[in-house]
């Protein structure tokens, strides 16, 4: 069974920076990885993806400012998220592609805030 977790919200204030990480547990082979986003009383919406091939691809609202980022410490990919902005606030989904279907994390929130 294929499950996927996404970690790493949190509360920041304007120009800070987070890192949302996405596990995933199971047997899948991984097309795409990313994130959406959903702020209260608004529809859910892309925020960035990465394919297997490694090719990058981010929102118009968060391009410049988000980027995926490996860590040499434990080989995994992060979502790196730095000059954050009021308007970020939001529940981040993390998902992965497979064939194409997707599975979807549960959500992390990200406040930011002074």
């Known amino acids: 069974q294929v499950q996927v977790v996404g970690s790493g919200g949190g509360l920041v204030q304007p120009g800070g920076s987070l890192r949302l990480s996405c596990e995933v547990s199971?047997?899948?082979?991984?097309?795409?990885r990313g994130w959406y986003r959903q702020a209260l009383g608004k529809e859910r919406e892309f925020v960035a993806s990465?394919?297997?091939?490694?090719?990058?691809n981010y929102s118009d609202a968060v391009k410049g400012r988000f980027t995926f980022s490996r860590d040499s410490a434990d080989n995994k990919r992060y979502l790196q998220m730095d000059s954050l902005k009021p308007e970020d606030t939001a529940i981040y989904y993390c998902?992965?592609?497979?064939?194409?279907?997707?599975?979807w994390g549960q959500g992390t929130q990200v406040v930011v805030s002074e």
């Open positions: 199971g047997r899948i082979r991984i097309h795409v």
């Open positions: 990465l394919t297997a091939d490694g090719i990058e």
């Open positions: 998902y992965i592609n497979s064939a194409g279907t997707k599975y």
